[in-house]
Structure formats: structure tokens, C-alpha cells
């Protein structure tokens, strides 16, 4: 079976998002370690390598997971948990042969056999190059990194899987350059471009352990960067309503490198006011069980607003139609290139970002999606 993200369509073609369906029972089998794939199989490095190797080929295995299109999370979550423990544990040894012996167990291997193996593979561990303090410190960074992905996220999200790849990546990188004894990762600054693609890293050392490292991205590609940002937290919204949000506050973030007399909010109100007609049209079909979207003009928007209840935004924003209806004058304004004042622009990026519009309209069209 191949890689699946949580709010896809089931593979079992039962028309149910993969959460709802089949998600669960595949989670179960992970953690009965059902799938040999789960821990060091497909990539470039073998068990009989000892620890290190076996930290290379769990970050190997993140890395292919992250990179494949359709993302299966329960994969990444198991991974990143024997990630932590070998990070953590207070005995990495025993931890590798815990490994080995479940990869034997997975393929057949009979128990004398297994007994047999394990002698060997003990030596090996001894043998063979281990991890450093810092490179646990650097693997348990990017374990807690991915988990905590997974532990903040609601329904309505999916996982920054772009800095999840970055950042999994320079682990990986840096765990086979090494890090020399006696020094300490205290920072690091990753380099993006397009795609989230890691172009270069770079570290502060210390010469003492620390507790936290910190991470900073950079990125190359700004607005996609912006793009991003917004693309696993409103996934529910039209792909073109996240691009022309991304463009929005890109754009914005330049405003103050001028004077306030010079700045025309025109553009940047179309972008929201564009964003709020598409979506809410879209959301009303939704609601009324269209084929498809019908025009409706932005009072018709307004006066179905009142006079009906949408989840989400009903519940969570008070009096949304009114204060829609209130930015129906600026709206116009903007239609016929009249200049708006920062005030009016205020009142259109409130709504949509401050008070979550965007975000609850997001959430309703994931809930009529789930129906």
C-alpha cells in the first residue's frame, strides 16, 4: 500500500476521508510492528553497521516518507518515536537490539536463529562507531520536532510537511558528517527554497551541552514561504484563494519600507475582498447542496448570511453578516478604483485574519467535505 495523507480519500475506495476509515486500524498494526518498512527497510544503510547506521537509516526512511506525494502519517509518527528512544534511552545497545531482534521477528526468522544473531549483532554494537551526546541531542531535536507536529494539530490541519522534510533533512546530513567531541549544537539556520527544499545549513557550536537547540529557517523563495505558512492551516480553501493570500501579506510585509502617504491599499484589498466572494460562494453551494457554486453578487452573500447559519462562522464570529455587509462599501470603492484609506484596509484584514474568518470558512468547507 502506498503512502497516504490523513485527509485524503481512503484507499479502500470507501469514499471516507483516510482519518475516518481505515487510518485507526493501520495505526494498530504499526505499533504491532506488522510493517517491516515502519523501521529501516529501502535505503542505503544495513543494521550490521551498528547504532550509528541505524540512526542514518531511520532518518533516511523519514526523509523518503516526507519526499513520497501522499504522505502517511502513521508511518512518520512510529519512526520518529524509536527516533526519540534511541535519542533518550539510557541504553542505546540494548535499544539497537531490541530493533534487530523485531526485524528478524518480522521476517520469520526462528527463535534459535534469532538467538544466534543476536550474539553477533551485540559485537557489532560494540564495535562499530556509536552516537555522540550532541548527535542524540540533534536526533531528539528533530524526533520531538515531528511528534510535535502531529500532537498540535486539529482536524482541520494538516502537518507542515516542508519543514518537517528541511528540517529531517539536516538531520540526517548532519548526523553522517558528525559533530566533533566536545562540541554542542546550539543553533541552527536552514536554508529553503521552493518546496521547502534544504539548500544549505549551517550551526553555532558550544563547548558545553545544552538544553535546547534552536532552529531558524531562512528562506530563499519568500512567497512561497509565505504560501506555506497558510497551506496546511486552511487547507480547506480554495488553492488559489491561499496563493492570492500568500501574494497579500508578502506585499504587506514591504509596506514599511515607505511612507504612509504613499501606499495604495487597492491591491491589497482585492486580494481579501476576492478571497471572501469566492469562498463564501462556494461554502453557500455547499450548504445548499448545489452542483456547483451559483453567481451571487456580495448583498446576496450578505442577506444569506442573515437569514441562514453556517457552521463555524456562525458560532464563532458574532454578527458576521453585518460586519461582511459593513465592508460592502469599501468593496465597491475598490471596484471602481477609488483609494481606500489604511482604516477601511484595517476593517477587511481584521475580519479575515484577526477575527479568523478565513480560517472558520476554511473549517466549515472541511466539515461539508467530511458529510
Known amino acids: 500500500m502506498g503512502m497516504i495523507g490523513r485527509n485524503e480519500p481512503c484507499y479502500c475506495e470507501s469514499g471516507k476521508k483516510y482519518k475516518k476509515c481505515c487510518m485507526k486500524k493501520d495505526s494498530s498494526e504499526i505499533e504491532g510492528v506488522k510493517f517491516d518498512e515502519s523501521r529501516v527497510a529501502r535505503n542505503s544503510h544495513d543494521l550490521i553497521g551498528g547504532i550509528r547506521e541505524l540512526a542514518l537509516g531511520q532518518l533516511e526512511q523519514l526523509n523518503i516518507y516526507l519526499n513520497r506525494t501522499n504522505k502517511y502519517d502513521s508511518h512518520i509518527e512510529f519512526i520518529s518515536k524509536d527516533l526519540l528512544k534511541l535519542a533518550t534511552t539510557d541504553n542505546m545497545e540494548e535499544h539497537f537490539i531490541k530493533v534487530v531482534r523485531e526485524s528478524f521477528e518480522v521476517k520469520g526468522t526462528s527463535k534459535e536463529q534469532i538467538f544466534m544473531e543476536l550474539r553477533n549483532y551485540r559485537r557489532i554494537s560494540q564495535k562499530k562507531p556509536s552516537l555522540s551526546a550532541a548527535e542524540r541531542k540533534v536526533i531528539e531535536m528533530i524526533a520531538e520536532s515531528n511528534l510535535g507536529e502531529y500532537m498540535l494539530l486539529n482536524d482541520m490541519e494538516t ?213
Open 159 to 371: 502537518a507542515d510537511y516542508g519543514a518537517m522534510r528541511a528540517i529531517n533533512k539536516f538531520g540526517y546530513e548532519i548526523i553522517k558528517e558528525g559533530i566533533p567531541d566536545g562540541c554542542y549544537v546550539k543553533k541552527v539556520d536552514l536554508y529553503t527554497d521552493t518546496g521547502d527544499k534544504l539548500i544549505n545549513w549551517d550551526i553555532e557550536l558550544v563547548d558545553k551541552p545544552i538544553q535546547h537547540i534552536f532552529v531558524d529557517f531562512n528562506p530563499l523563495d519568500e512567497l512561497y514561504h509565505e504560501y506555506e505558512k497558510y497551506a496546511h492551516s486552511l487547507h480547506g480553501l480554495e488553492e488559489e484563494s491561499k496563493k492570492s493570500l500568500a501574494t497579500a501579506l508578502l506585499r504587506e510585509s514591504t509596506f514599511t519600507q515607505k511612507t504612509s502617504d504613499k501606499i495604495s491599499y487597492i491591491g491589497q484589498a482585492i486580494h481579501y475582498t476576492g478571497i471572501f466572494e469566492q469562498e463564501l460562494r462556494i461554502l453557500i453551494g455547499l450548504n445548499e447542496k448545489w452542483d456547483k457554486p451559483k453567481k451571487m453578487m456580495w448583498a446576496d452573500i450578505c442577506t444569506y448570511l442573515r437569514e441562514n447559519s453556517l457552521p463555524y462562522l456562525s458560532e464563532n464570529i458574532e454578527d458576521f453578516a453585518s460586519q461582511l455587509k459593513s465592508i460592502h462599501p469599501i468593496r465597491n470603492k475598490i471596484a471602481h478604483g477609488e483609494k481606500i484609506t489604511s482604516a477601511e484596509f484595517e476593517m477587511i484584514k481584521s475580519l479575515a485574519i484577526e477575527k479568523q474568518a478565513f480560517q472558520f470558512i476554511s473549517w466549515a468547507k472541511i466539515y461539508y467535505e467530511e458529510e
